[in-house]
C-alpha cells in the first residue's frame, strides 16, 4: 500500500511525540554539555530533563542513511544527491577500478561533515574545482533578496540532505556568506519527572595502582570517577517536519513528495534502531505504542517496509536534477591534537554536536 501524503496536503508542520523508555533497566545517561553538564530544568509539573538536543538528533538522523562498511548511502537511497570527498586522484583509471583502492581513496562525504556543503574539505583544498562550480551556481544571490527558490534547486542538485537537515554557507566568496536553509525537519528526546540516580566506578591499572603525582594526568594508577545516570516518568521524542518550508522550495510535486519521504524514512529508521545514544543510554519505542501525529487524526508513522517503495520511485522521478559528485582533497591531513589536550578531549568525549 503507498504511503498517504494526501492527508498532509493541509497541514503546515507534522508533529510526532514518541514515548520511548530503557531498552533495559531503568537508568539512561542524557547528553552532556561543557561547562554545565546534563541539562536539566524545571516546569510547573517538576524537574525535566533535555535527553538529546536537536543538533545531536539530527547528527543521528543523518547517520542512518550511511552505510559504514560500503563508505556509501545505505542501498535504498541510493540515486540521493551527496557529495563524495577521495584523495589520490592522481591514481590511474585503472588503479581506481580495484575496490581495495577506492576504499582507501575515501576521505568523507557531506552526509558526513558536520556543515554538509561548508565543509573544509569540500571548500578549502587546493583543488578549487567544486568550490568554484558551487560559487558560479549562486551568481547573483550577493545582493538583493535572496531567490530561495534557486538556491534550493542547487542544494537539490548537490547535496538533498541540506534540504532536511539545514546549511548555512558562511564564506563570503559564496554570495557573500549569506545563504541558510534551516532545518525542516527536527527532533529532540526531553524527559519528565527526572531524579538523579549517581554511580561511578574506577579505571584498574594492576601494575602500579598507587597514585603518583602527575601521574594520573597521563592515565597511570587506579583513577576513580562519578557518573550520574537518570530515572523518569517519561522520555519523549519530538518530532517536527516543516511541511510548509519544503512546500515554499518550489521544486515541483515530485521533489516535494521525496522530501517528505525521505524525512520519514529517517524518522522510522532512527526508531527502528539507531536509539543506542551513548554506552549508557539505549532506548526504544515503548512498549505497545502505535505511532500516531499529534496534529493529524489518525495518521500513522508508516515502517520502512511501506516507505522504501515509493521513496525509491520518487529518487527515480528525481534522477534528472541529482548528482552524486566526486572533490578531490590531496592536500596534507593537519595533524590530530597532541598530548597536551588529551585530557580535555577526554572530559569531552559524548558532549553534544552541532550540525
Known sequence: MPVDLSSLTA???LLFAIPLEPLQGKRFQATGFPNLGAATFQTKDGPCLLVESAQSTANRLEKVVWDEAQQDLVAPLAGLSHVRVVRGSAITAAERMKE???QKK???????????LNSAYLLEGTDKTFADRLKDSLVGLEVGPIDRRRLARVLLNLDVGSLIHGLFLAKKELAGGRLRVAR????FIEADGVRPAPSGGVK???IHPGKVEGDTKKHF??????RDEFTADSIILYVNLDLAQIRGYGLGESAEGMLILLSLWKVRALLDGGLRLRTACDLQ????ITIKATNVVDYVLPTLAVIEPDLASAITACKDVMTVTKVAFDDDLVPGKGDADADKDEADAGEDNDK
Open 106 to 116: 575515501f576521505l568523507t562525504d557531506s552526509v558526513l561533515e558536520a556543515h554538509r
Open 285 to 288: 519505542v515503548k512498549s505497545g
Open 204 to 206: 584498574n591499572d594492576h
Open 221 to 226: 594508577g587506579n583513577i576513580p570517577f562519578a
Open 100 to 102: 581495495s583502492l577506492e
Open 11 to 13: 497541514v503546515h508542520r
Open 184 to 187: 525542516a525537519l527536527s527532533a
